[in-house]
């Protein structure tokens, strides 16, 4: 049972543009959701991170939205750069994390120069 | 120090070999982790080690071994493994179980 569904699975985004990755849970002891970035040959790299008392944070370009009735959240890229090409994935975890991270499948995301 | 280190960055290794895999952190972090990666998916969790307690995930096959020297270190032995067992090993720690992982770059092991 897959417990954190991301979507899309690959995107492709203008340079300059917004891109948008969104996944949604189904455990409500979820009470950590992280995002990580992913380079080709590179360990997963901590973007930014949101717990369900807030609806928004946002670092940078990066922002999280969080919709905690909806058990959704999603990730927005503002001002897309070739650089931010990389694979993207959403995660979560709870109840102290005995069962670790649990990730999304992924958004392999393409910033066209 | 904000890294987690992992060493050999790449390993190939017959299956009738024993190899170990070795993480290092010094944030002080009271919880690491061992994840497998597999092409183009997410990380799956192997083993947890927090404030001294192991948790296995009871689908790992025992051919992997974890074991934690102590709170900064910790290792993967590896034996008798299997070709499908190819892929990138990943390190990770946290402040406290289940929250602000850091993983380190991975060990990209080739069973042949």
């Known amino acids: 049972q897959q417990q954190v569904k991301q979507s899309p699975q690959s995107l492709i985004v203008q340079k300059g543009g917004i891109s948008i990755i969104n996944c949604a849970y189904e455990?409500?002891?979820?009470?950590?959701f992280p995002w990580y970035q992913q380079f080709p040959g590179k360990g997963p790299a901590l973007l930014i991170a949101?717990?369900?008392?807030?609806s928004e944070k946002k670092e940078g370009r990066f922002t999280i939205s969080f919709n905690k009735s909806a058990k959704q959240f999603s990730l927005h890229i503002m001002d897309s750069q070739p650089g931010d090409s990389a694979t993207y994935f959403c995660?979560?975890?709870?109840?102290?994390?005995?069962?670790?991270?649990?990730f999304g499948k992924g958004t392999h995301l393409i910033i066209q120069p | 120090d904000t890294e987690v280190t992992q060493t050999p960055k790449h390993l190939v290794m017959g299956m009738t070999n024993k190899k170990s895999l070795k993480c290092e952190q010094h944030?002080?972090?009271?919880?690491m982790y061992w994840y497998k990666q597999k092409a183009k998916k997410p990380p799956e969790l192997m083993f947890v080690?927090?404030?001294?307690?192991?948790?296995i995930n009871e689908s790992v096959p025992s051919r992997f071994s974890p074991e934690c020297p102590n709170s900064s270190l910790l290792n993967l032995h590896l034996h008798a493994l299997q070709p499908e067992d190819s892929a990138l090993y990943l390190c990770?720690?946290?402040?406290?179980?289940?929250?602000?992982?850091?993983f380190g770059s991975g060990t990209r092991l080739t069973v042949v």
């Open positions: 455990n409500t002891a979820f009470d950590y």
């Open positions: 949101i717990r369900p008392d807030v």
């Open positions: 990770a720690s946290s402040p406290q179980t289940g929250y602000g992982y850091t």
């Open positions: 944030m002080g972090h009271r919880a």
């Open positions: 080690y927090s404030y001294e307690k192991l948790s």
């Open positions: 995660a979560a975890s709870g109840r102290g994390g005995a069962d670790g991270l649990t």
